[in-house]
């Protein structure tokens, strides 16, 4: 254990509360301590079934806080200074598409002009997946 430390995992992510003042904690998971010295962490509950069946309503994924994502990295977004979303993330010149694993949801597409006027946020891109069996 003392090679770990202990992350929080958050229920619900919203705009205008900077993460580490959340206060929406449902629990934690303990990460490798190393991890710690490229990047600070926190743990998100997937809620509904948009990116079934990879991840599933329940699971936890553990998140590397960063404002910027890879295209097809999982990025946890913020839009429009709602609840955070999990989605395979696409940067273009023509904005940003967020896409659901679950093809029974149509992509999220946002041009630059609403990337920045609603706006849409990288909170941070998922790293690993926690499942209870």
């Not at 705009?15 to 929406?24: F, K, S, V, W, Y």
């Amino acid at each position: 254990i003392k090679n770990n430390t202990k992350i929080p995992v958050l229920g619900r992510v919203r705009a205008g509360i900077p993460l580490d003042a959340i206060t929406d904690i449902v629990g934690y998971e303990e990460i490798p301590k190393v991890w710690t010295t490229s990047g600070s962490y926190f743990g998100l509950v997937i809620n509904g079934d948009s990116m079934m069946p990879y991840f599933l309503d329940g699971d936890i994924v553990i998140v590397r806080k960063q404002n910027c994502a890879e295209n097809g990295d999982i990025a946890i977004a913020l839009i429009n200074g709602n609840d955070a979303c999990c989605k395979k993330f696409y940067k273009s010149k023509n904005g940003i598409t967020l896409n659901s694993l679950n093809p029974s949801y149509e992509p999220m597409n946002f041009s630059p002009e609403e990337v920045e006027s609603l706006p849409v946020q990288v909170l941070g891109v998922v790293v690993e997946l926690r499942r209870e069996i």
